[in-house]
């Protein structure tokens, strides 16, 4: 572990011990083939935190190593994203070809505008500043259909899978506070080491709450989260839901 502070050592040992445990929980539980997209964006979570361990951070080889290796992981955030909204509605196609557009043509716009703001911006003309624009673009683009799943289902009393929400849970509150990190650090907020530590210490908070959590057994306990001031209304706005998605599907169709 090269030149890290002492407390990012400690939350990047506790990290790679996290990180282990879940991947293999997740393969010996069958869940990797359930959440792939979850499975492999771990993985590579996994191989970027072992990186410190070879390669001097100061180093070009780091630097080659972590932007390819970010570079894959912004790309699985919205591979995950895109895994979320098929679970989550798994049973309501209609809506969830809408939402799928929706999220790609968001994605092919962000990524329009990050190349159109390179030119415009004068210290990204190095690999790590086109990482960062791009990255800064993307995520902020994905924030936006991590908010709308999350309102969805406080509104909605659809009945998911515990894991589903716990899946949902942790990665909100992890991609959020990488996107917050993300965008303090290039408005020009350079609080490394504090970031930095704030950014691992939630991503471990996280691991460990799955670690917790996600198991073979809650693929078949339902939860209901939304909606649960008015539980009366419930069978009005499924059958609303319902109608929404058969409109969506006939309309596909044509």
């Known amino acids: ?14 990290e790679i011990a996290a990180l282990l445990i879940l991947c293999v929980r997740l393969f010996r539980e069958g869940l990797h083939r359930i959440y792939p997209y979850f499975f492999l964006y771990l993985v590579l979570e996994l191989l970027q935190t072992l990186i410190p361990f070879w390669v001097p951070l100061p180093s070009r080889a780091y630097r080659d190593l972590f932007v390819l290796s970010q570079t894959l992981i912004v790309v699985f955030y919205a591979l995950v994203v895109l895994e979320l909204y098929s679970v989550i509605l798994r049973n309501r196609e209609g809506i969830a070809r809408i939402a799928r557009r929706f999220i790609a043509v968001t994605l092919v716009l962000a990524i329009l505008a990050a190349t159109l703001l390179l030119r415009l911006e004068r210290n990204t003309a190095t690999m790590t500043g086109y990482l960062f624009a791009f990255e800064r673009t993307v995520m902020l683009s994905l924030v936006l259909s991590v908010l709308l799943i999350g309102a969805f289902l406080v509104y909605y009393p659809v009945p998911l899978g515990r894991n589903v929400i716990v899946y949902m849970a942790g990665y909100a ?17 350079f609080w490394d080491r504090l970031l930095g530590g704030v950014n691992m210490g939630v991503f471990v908070a996280c691991l460990i709450f799955w670690l917790m959590m996600l198991n073979r057994q809650g693929e078949n306990q339902r939860v209901v989260v939304g909606h649960q001031w008015n539980p009366s209304d419930e069978p009005r706005l499924i059958a609303q839901l319902d109608a ?11």
């Open 244 to 254: 929404i998605n058969a409109t969506l599907l006939r309309s596909g169709r044509k």
């Open 173 to 189: 509150a992890l991609f959020l506070t990488a996107t917050t990190v993300t965008l303090i650090q290039n408005l020009g907020y």
């Open 1 to 14: 572990m090269h030149q890290l502070p002492i407390e990012q050592r400690i939350l990047l040992l506790l």
